[in-house]
């Protein structure tokens, strides 16, 4: 699998070994972003690694910095873009089976290496699933289309149960 991996300057030490870990298992990995600098900005980082991801370079993608939170939330700002921080494996394998998410952020002071490998493990392992989860991707992608096309996000109508 084609792999896109960036990381800000409190992500580098979790975004090597990511790396390492990635291509001892056969992936093709691309890095993005600048090399460490401690005035880095992950918005301008996870930007670089987005579009990536929107054209289609990287199947999936993971974003390394101290928590995962600022990358996850800019990311999803980005058309088509998924994000997703997580520290544990079943919410690592449910985001890709219900969500669809294509890219994962980690935090390299909130989790270790190992469990950083395993929940990369269990994201790119998992395949998303179909039914009331499609139903419920394609009204993401009308939420997303909508908010974009109006700018200042147009109406939703209330969700009925069937």
């Known amino acids: 699998m084609r792999i896109g991996v960036a990381a800000d300057h409190a992500g580098q030490r979790l975004k090597d070994m990511l790396v390492a870990h990635l291509r001892s298992r056969g992936h093709d990995v691309r890095t993005y972003g600048p090399l460490s600098e401690p005035e880095d900005d992950y918005p301008l980082i996870a930007r670089v690694l987005g579009e990536a991801v929107q054209r289609g370079e990287v199947e999936r993608a993971v974003f390394c910095c101290g928590s995962g939170i600022g990358p996850a939330v800019a990311l999803n700002k980005m058309s088509g873009i998924r994000a997703a921080v997580v520290d544990n494996e079943w919410s690592a ?6 969500v669809d998410v294509n890219v994962l952020t980690l935090g390299e002071r909130v989790i270790g290496e190992e469990l950083a ?8 392992g998992a395949q998303p699933e179909g039914g009331r989860h499609d139903r419920r991707r394609k009204q993401i992608s009308e939420l997303e289309r909508a908010t974009s096309s109006s700018g200042a996000g147009a ?6 149960r069937a």
């Open 93 to 98: 394998r449910d985001a890709v089976r219900h």
């Open 117 to 124: 490998k395993s929940l990369l493990d269990a994201y790119l």
């Open 155 to 160: 109406p939703v109508q209330r969700a009925q």
